[in-house]
Structures are given as structure tokens and as C-alpha cells.
């Protein structure tokens, strides 16, 4: 259970404060509902406390993994990934990823998209997936492991940026 003021993370959503635990009436049935505010576009939610786990609504990653999240982020950088199923299947098949609970699962849509678009020109759906994956990630490492998440964006946009004409040339 959570309590006013901790840090959580609501799928698809990213990072959220809790504001407070409200009491309502639905149906007869008194129900108590986690208020949260969610950082990124300061909207609020209410989160039912007894389906909080189904939906997904979780603590922030340990140290540890966001550490391990972040250092594979760094490595495979020039990795190529197939893209042989068309834009609309991929983008289907990130947008349920970019729901999951797991920040690592989400680090992984935001990695493969970073690498289509070195080789590629992402679609504005991929686009739109690749920044709300960027937020969704940026957002929790950097509240995690105390960084600026604007320099974690620019560092990671900048180790995933397609290699200039002349770079690929030389090689």
C-alpha cells in the first residue's frame, strides 16, 4: 500500500506522485482511491487501492536495476535491428510494450526505436511511440539515480544518432 507524497510509476503514464487517498461511494460500496499526479502532463488519476497491482501502479525501480537499465542502453548502440514486419505491426506491438509495468521492457522499445531511426526515418506514429518511450524512461532513471533528465535524454539521443556521411564512408 502507498501513502500521500511517495513516488510511483502508472504504465504508459510515467512517473506520479501520490496527493492523496480519497473515499467514495460507488454503487453503495464505499471505495478508496489513490490520487495520483502524473509529472509528465500533470494530469490526475484515481486508482482504485484494491486493483492498484492489476493495473500496474508500482514503486520506482531499485538503484540497482536502473543502473543496469541504463548501462544496457549504452551498449549495442550500432546493433542492427530486423524491421522486416510492416510500420503499422510494429508500431501495434510497441504501443502494448510502452503498457507494461517494466521499465526495462519499456527501455527495450525505446532502444529499438532509437536504433530503426539510425537507418531509417521513423513514421510520425513511431515517432510519437519513441518520445513517449523516451519519457517514460528518462523520466524514472533520472528520479532513480538523481541525473538531469534532459542531459540522460540528449546523452542517449546523441550515442544513438545515425552516423554522419562522412563517418560511414571512412568505415
Same mark, same amino acid.
Given at each position: 500500500?502507498?501513502?500521500?507524497?511517495?513516488?510511483?510509476?502508472?504504465?504508459?503514464?510515467?512517473?506520479?506522485?501520490?496527493?492523496?487517498?480519497?473515499?467514495?461511494?460507488?454503487?453503495?460500496?464505499?471505495?478508496?482511491?489513490?490520487?495520483?499526479?502524473?509529472?509528465?502532463?500533470?494530469?490526475?488519476l484515481?486508482v482504485?487501492?484494491?486493483?492498484?497491482?492489476?493495473?500496474g501502479?508500482r514503486k @520506482?525501480?531499485?538503484?540497482?536495476?536502473?543502473?543496469?537499465?541504463?548501462?544496457?542502453?549504452?551498449?549495442?548502440?550500432?546493433?542492427?535491428?530486423?524491421?522486416?514486419?510492416?510500420?503499422?505491426r510494429?508500431?501495434?506491438?510497441?504501443?502494448e510494450?510502452?503498457?507494461s509495468?517494466e521499465?526495462?521492457?519499456?527501455?527495450?522499445?525505446?532502444?529499438e526505436?532509437?536504433l530503426?531511426?539510425?537507418?531509417?526515418e521513423?513514421?510520425?506514429? /513511431?515517432?510519437?511511440?519513441?518520445?513517449?518511450?523516451?519519457?517514460?524512461?528518462?523520466? /524514472?532513471?533520472?528520479?532513480?539515480?538523481?541525473?538531469?533528465?534532459?542531459? @540522460?535524454r /540528449?546523452?542517449?539521443?546523441?550515442?544513438?544518432?545515425?552516423?554522419?556521411?562522412? /563517418?560511414?564512408?571512412?568505415?
Open positions: 500500500m502507498f501513502t500521500p507524497d511517495d513516488l510511483v510509476v502508472y504504465p504508459a503514464q510515467g512517473l506520479g506522485k501520490i496527493e492523496r487517498i480519497d473515499r467514495q461511494n460507488i454503487g453503495g460500496i464505499a471505495c478508496q482511491f489513490y490520487i495520483v499526479r502524473i509529472r509528465a502532463n500533470n494530469i490526475t484515481m482504485p487501492v484494491n486493483n492498484a497491482a492489476n493495473v501502479l @520506482l525501480t531499485s538503484p540497482e536495476e536502473a543502473r543496469r537499465i541504463l548501462d544496457s542502453l549504452y551498449v549495442d548502440t550500432d546493433k542492427i535491428i530486423y524491421t522486416g514486419q510492416n510500420w503499422n510494429r508500431f501495434r506491438e510497441y504501443s510494450r510502452l503498457k509495468p521499465l526495462a521492457v519499456v527501455s527495450e522499445v525505446l532502444r526505436l532509437l530503426i531511426g539510425r537507418v531509417k521513423l513514421s510520425f506514429g /513511431e515517432r510519437r511511440l519513441q518520445e513517449q518511450a523516451m519519457c517514460l524512461v528518462t523520466g /524514472e532513471l533520472a528520479e532513480v539515480l538523481q541525473l538531469s533528465e534532459e542531459a @540522460l /540528449e546523452e542517449l539521443l546523441e550515442i544513438y544518432a545515425p552516423p554522419l556521411a562522412s /563517418e560511414a564512408v571512412a568505415n
